[in-house]
C-alpha cells in the first residue's frame, strides 16, 4: 500500500527510537487528547510487543498497536471488548493529519493485522468528537456498535467485518 507521494509503507515491530520519537507527539486543539507526555511509563507500553511503526524511506509517519494496547479502560468494563475481533489503534505523525491520508494509513494498518493476527472482525474505538476520523473509519466500512464514557470523554466503538474486504481495497 502507498500512502506519501507514491512511496510504500512499511509496518514493523515498534523500536525503542520510534518509541521515544511517538512517546513526544503533541496533537492541536481538539485533537490533543492524543498527545504524549514523553514518560517512562508511555514508552514501556509503546514497547510492549503490541505496538508496531509505519515508516515510509525509514521515516516515521505513524503507528499502530493492536489487541488489549488498543481498548479503552471504560470499554472494557461496559462489556465492548468481548474478544471476538481484532482490536486496532492507530496514531499519525501530528503534522500529516488533517491532509487526507488518514483512509489509506488506516487501510494499510488493516492489511497488516489481518495478514498477522486473521480476524474475521476489526474493532476500533475514537473519542466520539474526533468526526474527521470517524468519517474515515465509516469510509473504510467500520459501523458504530456503540458508545461509553470514560474521564468525560465519550467514545464510539465501530467494528469491520471482513467479508468482502479484499476485493474492496484492492481497487
Known sequence: MNLIGG?????????????????????????????????????????????????V??????????????????GKKEGFYDGTALDIGLGLRPNLTGKGLGTSFLTRGMEFGIKTFQPRIVRLTVAAFNQRAV?????????????FMNN????????????????????
Open 152 to 171: 468525560n470523554i465519550e467514545f464510539i466503538v465501530m467494528t469491520c467485518p471482513l467479508e468482502g474486504m479484499d476485493e474492496t481495497n484492492e481497487k
Open 7 to 55: 512511496l510504500p509503507v512499511s509496518i514493523d515491530a515498534l523500536s525503542e527510537d520510534c518509541a521515544r520519537e511517538i512517546s513526544s507527539w503533541q496533537y492541536e486543539k481538539p485533537y490533543d487528547l492524543y498527545s504524549h507526555d514523553g514518560s517512562p511509563a508511555l514508552i514501556k507500553e509503546l514497547l510492549n510487543g503490541s505496538y508496531y511503526g509505519a515508516t
Open 57 to 74: 524511506n525509514e521515516s516515521l509517519i505513524g503507528y499502530f498497536c493492536f489487541g488489549e494496547s488498543a481498548q479503552v479502560p471504560a
Open 135 to 147: 468519517t474515515v473509519y465509516q469510509r473504510v466500512g467500520f459501523t458504530i456498535q456503540g458508545a
